[in-house]
């Protein structure tokens, strides 16, 4: 059964666009992002790509709710997320799974526990169905052995690998991942990347927002591509767009050169006092 | 910002009726906050009450009226000590460990992930430790006052020679109902305070401007603790001079 508010289907495992029209987001009295305008669409991975500090987490934050935009909407299905009641506002984000950039795991509880988690909260499920369906999910991600592990006895990649079973283990409709193969080495980033293809064919209507600096993954997992560029909308289109582009700050990007601040060494050479004192305590 | 605090303290005790599956995260923190605090409190008790017992037997001896050393001590502990040290005590075990663990949890996006997850912090976090201080306090209050009056009794009886039937029965005597449900309530009110403030600090931790990240966590730790003793205190003075009316 579906609920109906306003022809607004908040339950149930429909694909919906994600549109955002002029957003303006940042953190008190310090605007990050300024008019971005971006649909993400039903069924597909939009990558949101962009420079280290461009914005890219902050419009996650923004998108997934954490944060409301100083100005713009943000919608889903073309509802406007926050103007949703709060009871509607918590369903649509139901809907939700998210992959922080750190796992974001809890450390009390164990890897198992964590990902069991919205389910033994949310569901009269009993302990054992829950905990096979959290072993399901971490057999997804290559982690069933580690289970009982705590966060903190696991290493980064690990982490990020049980945020993201706990991010899938409710199925939902729209994964949104942060930075998914940063600090991962290429075999582990590689596996990334291969279970959000291996998600996106399991669940075909799902809609995922990958946000990363990752060329390969961009090369590897995207259909569509936003991309940030000093607060604002520098491209969006499909990767393969992407790729032919002829503009000189996407090639430089996809390309990995440098750009003019490259001298920037050369230019800036380190004070003398500095030198000796560095000197004198190297020979201390 | 008394605003802020009111607003938080109004949404912890809403989640304490909202929220699903409380009980077990409730039996959590009072093994947390009661339980791993029984030691220090029965020992601090013990040393406390023993302490009142050798100072009332040579303040009450040059008024040749040692035998009241039993209703001192335990009137003292009861409605006074014994509450006030058991919250100071708290705060400083169970209420740091609150502030950092919610603190951390803020700054490592912890909480933001609950709540993308549909779990509210406030019923997650916050509403049992209301719940489990609010059952802890009173629990570990008479501990500390049962502790208190035999530490009295082993300087004033044991080591001091006073009749133990008289130590016993002027405690008998003079403690009456109203002065245990004062020590009730105000081991009550500190509960709700020391949870309130060191929650909150802990929960806001990423707003802090004199630091960030495990700095703003550390700041934000000392403030709890410095805050609720004070407000302890000062709240100990407002709850006693309404009982006494």
């Not at chain 1, 949101?48 to 934050?61: A, F, M, Q």
């Not at chain 1, 998210?98 to 990902?115: R, W």
Request: glycine share 10%; net charge neutral.
């Amino acid at each position: 059964m579906t609920r109906q508010t306003d022809s607004f289907e908040v339950d149930g495992r429909g694909a919906w666009d994600i549109r955002l029209e002029h957003v303006r987001a940042g953190y008190t009295g310090r605007v990050v992002l300024d008019d971005i305008s971006a649909v993400f669409p039903a069924g597909a991975i939009t990558v949101v790509l962009g420079e280290s500090g461009c914005g890219k987490s902050t419009l996650l934050r923004h998108i997934i709710g954490l944060a409301r935009p100083m100005a713009g909407r943000i919608l889903y299905g073309g509802q406007d997320f926050f103007s949703l009641p709060a009871a509607h506002f918590r369903r649509v984000r139901r809907r939700f799974g998210v992959l922080f950039q750190d796992g974001a795991l809890l450390g009390s509880l164990t890897l198992a526990e964590n990902v069991a988690l919205p389910l033994s909260e949310h569901t009269g499920l009993s302990r054992s169905v829950v905990r096979e369906a959290a072993l399901r999910a971490l057999s997804l991600v290559g982690l069933e052995n580690f289970a009982d592990y705590y966060p903190n006895e696991l290493s980064g990649g690990m982490r990020k690998r049980g945020g993201l079973a706990r991010a899938i283990a409710t199925e939902p409709p729209i994964l949104f991942c942060d930075e998914p193969t940063s600090g991962l080495d290429p075999i582990n980033a590689a596996q990334m990347d291969q279970l959000l293809l291996d998600m996106k064919e399991r669940y075909p209507t799902m809609t995922l927002v990958v946000v990363t600096h990752d060329l390969s993954s961009v090369r590897r997992i995207a259909d569509h591509v936003v991309l940030i560029r000093d607060g604002r909308v520098g491209f969006a289109g499909t990767a393969d767009e992407l790729e032919t582009s002829n503009d000189p700050y996407l090639r430089r990007f996809m390309d990995r050169l440098p750009d003019d601040g490259a001298g920037r060494l050369a230019a800036a050479p380190v004070n003398p006092e500095v030198r000796a004192a560095l000197d004198d305590w190297l020979k201390r | 910002m008394l605003g802020e605090f009111f607003l938080f303290f109004v949404d912890g005790i809403r989640h304490c009726f909202i929220t699903p599956k409380l009980f077990s995260k409730t039996v959590r923190q009072i093994y947390a906050i009661g339980a791993q605090s029984v030691f220090v409190v029965l020992l601090i008790g013990l040393f406390t009450g023993m302490v009142l017992g050798l100072q009332g037997y040579y303040v009450l001896v040059k008024f040749g009226s040692t035998g009241f050393l039993g209703a001192a001590v335990s009137l003292t502990l009861v409605r006074e000590l014994g509450p006030v040290l058991t919250a100071i005590m708290l705060t400083g075990r169970a209420g740091s460990s609150m502030t950092a663990e919610i603190g951390v949890m803020r700054i490592t996006d912890q909480i933001d992930a609950l709540e993308v997850m549909d779990i509210p912090g406030m019923g997650y976090l916050v509403a049992p430790r209301f719940l489990a201080s609010v059952i802890a306090f009173p629990l570990l209050t008479f501990m500390f006052d049962v502790i208190g009056i035999i530490g009295g009794y082993l300087t004033g009886v044991s080591l001091l020679g006073i009749s133990e039937g008289v130590y016993f029965g002027r405690i008998e005597s003079s403690l009456t109902m109203t002065d245990i449900t004062e020590g009730v309530i105000k081991s009550v009110v500190f509960a709700l305070l020391m949870t309130l403030i060191c929650c909150r600090q802990g929960y806001n931790a990423h707003r802090r401007r004199d630091g960030m990240g495990p700095e703003a966590v550390a700041n934000a730790t000392t403030s709890a603790v410095v805050i609720s003793c004070v407000l302890v205190l000062v709240a100990d003075y407002v709850v006693t001079s309404s009982m006494l009316r």
